[in-house]
């Protein structure tokens, strides 16, 4: 599973875009996102179903721009 997650500028937290099965499918929603307003930052993250220890879902960063 991909999440996509939109930083505007001067917010704390990261917002939830959408959540992919296919990698492409996210890195074309954060393509047309960052298209439509420069200043925001976005973030692919792959979830593998399994937590931490504090509850938190392990991810790995695939694509920041």
Do not use: C, W
């Amino acid at each position: 599973m991909y999440n996509v997650y939109v930083k505007k500028q001067g917010s704390y937290n990261p917002d939830l875009m959408g959540e992919f099965s296919n990698i492409q499918d996210a890195i074309q929603l954060a393509n047309e996102i960052k298209s439509k307003d420069e200043s925001i930052s976005y973030t692919i993250e792959e979830t593998t179903g399994h937590f931490d220890s504090y509850g938190e879902p392990l991810s790995t960063v695939v694509k920041r721009g």
